[in-house]
């Protein structure tokens, strides 16, 4: 195609798409009005079904049948939008559900102990340590980083967890 006749097509598909909006908005709006029971929200949910259409107008299988995507895509985004509020309240009840963090403020004495006791520990212990639960790495991801296998990764984390352990208490005690 040359570019004139692209230049050409444009205008007729802009038009096109006008003579669609006038003719199915007031319909649009009055489907998603008895989905949601809200104006706004219904004059929002038709908008977004038009703006997805019209950027895929010219990749519909059958444009005349322009009604019934535009139809099909109300539906779904107004499907997408009550998983979303769902999703949303669920959340809000799982956080609802778990206890309030504490106002405790973290011991410093304590932390400081374990930074010092994960300075003493072997480089290739503190290592794994490091890799597991600093940088949050699988076990797996761990021992490929460190060149052995996954069971050495495993005790040389657990060796060294024990270690940290006996080196706090140790201090603790004193």
Request: aromatic residues 6%; charged residues 30%.
């Amino acid at each position: 195609m040359m570019r004139t006749e692209v230049a050409e097509m444009e205008p007729a598909r802009a038009q096109r798409l006008d003579e669609l909006y006038v003719r199915h908005h007031p319909w649009a709006v009055g489907l998603a009005f008895l989905l949601t029971g809200d104006r706004d929200e219904a004059a929002d949910l038709a908008q977004e079904a038009f703006v997805r259409l019209a950027g895929r107008f010219q990749h519909l299988r059958n444009p005349d049948a322009f009604g019934a995507y535009l139809r099909r895509t109300i539906v779904n985004l107004h499907a997408s939008s009550l998983r979303r509020r769902r999703l949303e309240r669920l959340d809000a009840a799982r956080r609802a559900a778990r206890p309030a963090e504490s106002a405790v403020q973290p011991d410093v004495a304590v932390r400081q102990d374990v930074w010092r006791a994960l300075l003493e520990l072997p480089p290739r212990q503190r290592a794994a340590l490091v890799l597991r639960y600093y940088e949050d790495m699988s076990e797996r991801d761990a021992a490929e980083a460190l060149g052995c296998s996954l069971a050495a990764l495993k005790s040389t984390t657990a060796r060294a967890m024990q270690s940290l352990r006996d080196r706090v208490e140790v201090n603790d005690d004193a």
